[in-house]
């Protein structure tokens, strides 16, 4: 399988490119509008034909590029069933399966940081989006956030994968690209507490809304086109 990790410094997003090395046929996921022109470049590059481009959540840091990969490609767009995107060709929901050649994306609903967030698996490989970070989990403090429903979507959902499985996030504010699920469940501190100490820690961040909130939600319910 292709697999190109890509990222957006000005939101420490990262943004996924994976295809089939026979087919072609290729899904992102979570792109940034900002990053259109370097995603299609390497799309073309490559020799890929874009099936798929696929949020894990409706973001509130970046305005995704969904909509406008569409255009420029006739790709489908997909976002998880609580985000309530009427645009999106697709509406994911847990168990839900999008095949790019011989390989198989399973969609994972792990909301928590939203009501829509999903993570993505295939293979020894899942995307979890703003579920599960390097050491740290996404924040519950807006959005229909729900630090409760997180702690379960990782315990009862991601931590339940094998050990060996590696974890691309969703963002990264320390310098890191990947870790596995073994790892975590060893060192991640926040996970270390119980579901009520969990729930606790997150209400006291105490955290600055994302600078793009006011802009980002709205256009990502419109798939990033405004």
Do not use: W
Not at 4 to 24: G, M, N
Not at 166 to 188: A, C, L, M, S
């Amino acid at each position: 399988m292709i697999l190109r990790q890509l990222f957006d410094h000005e939101t420490y997003t990262f943004t996924y490119l994976i295809a089939d090395e026979v087919s072609r046929d290729a899904i992102i996921i979570d792109p940034v509008k900002e990053q259109l022109s370097r995603d299609l470049k390497l799309i073309e590059e490559l020799g890929l034909t874009l099936r798929y481009a696929v949020d894990t959540h409706v973001h509130a840091d970046h305005i995704t590029s969904a909509g406008a990969l569409r255009d420029a490609t006739g790709c489908k767009t997909g976002v998880g069933i609580g985000g309530d995107v009427a645009c999106a060709d697709l509406t994911l929901n847990d168990g839900d399966e999008i095949k790019f050649g011989s390989y198989t994306l399973h969609t994972l609903a792990t909301p928590g940081h939203t009501n829509s967030c999903l993570s993505f698996r295939t293979g020894h490989i899942v995307f979890s989006g703003d579920s599960l970070f390097i050491r740290g989990t996404g924040r519950t403090d807006f959005q229909q956030g729900d630090a409760g429903k997180l702690y379960d979507s990782i315990s009862n959902k991601l931590y339940t994968l094998p050990d060996e499985t590696i974890v691309y996030p969703g963002h990264d504010y320390r310098g890191n690209n990947t870790t596995t699920i073994g790892e975590e469940k060893q060192f991640n501190p926040r996970m270390k507490h119980s579901r009520d100490r969990f729930i606790e820690k997150m209400a006291a961040l105490d955290l600055p809304d994302p600078k793009k909130i006011m802009e980002a939600v709205p256009a990502n319910l419109a798939c990033g086109e405004t």
